[in-house]
């Protein structure tokens, strides 16, 4: 079992820049595929970061590419998104994610959740 807690979620404007911490639990977490999506108000969840268990792979959606950066502390059972050059359209609520897969890019690949944490981003 992991449990997952979201946190860095803020409210800030066009340009700046805010970094998401997920905090895990369970002594396996180094062996899981972490991800972040992103769910905005109407609109599908979607894939937007992935990490493989040892950190050495990463994926990125295009709309996130080049301005996000994922990362993983798996002595501190830790997930990080950084965001840079942040945009209206990357209001959302973002979730962090564990899967068993290598570098699962699907959210039925998925099989721990964290509640999430609201990101907007005025202009």
């Known amino acids: 079992q992991v449990q997952l807690v979201e946190s860095g979620g803020a409210s800030v404007q066009a340009g700046g820049s805010l970094r998401l911490s997920c905090a895990t639990s369970?002594?396996?977490?180094?062996?899981?595929?972490m991800g972040w999506f992103r769910q905005a108000p109407a609109k599908e969840r979607e894939s937007i970061a992935v990490?493989?268990?040892?950190?050495?792979?990463?994926y990125y959606a295009d709309s996130v590419e080049g301005r996000f950066t994922i990362s993983r502390d798996n002595a501190e059972n830790m997930v990080y998104l950084q965001m840079n050059s942040l945009k209206p359209e990357d209001t959302a609520v973002y979730y962090c994610?564990?899967?068993?897969?290598?570098?699962?890019?699907?959210?039925?690949?998925?099989?721990?959740w964290g509640q999430g944490t609201q990101v907007t981003v005025s202009s």
């Open positions: 994610a564990a899967s068993g897969n290598l570098l699962p890019t699907i959210s039925n690949e998925y099989a721990y």
């Open positions: 990490i493989n268990w040892k950190g050495s792979r990463t």
């Open positions: 369970g002594r396996t977490f180094h062996t899981y595929a």
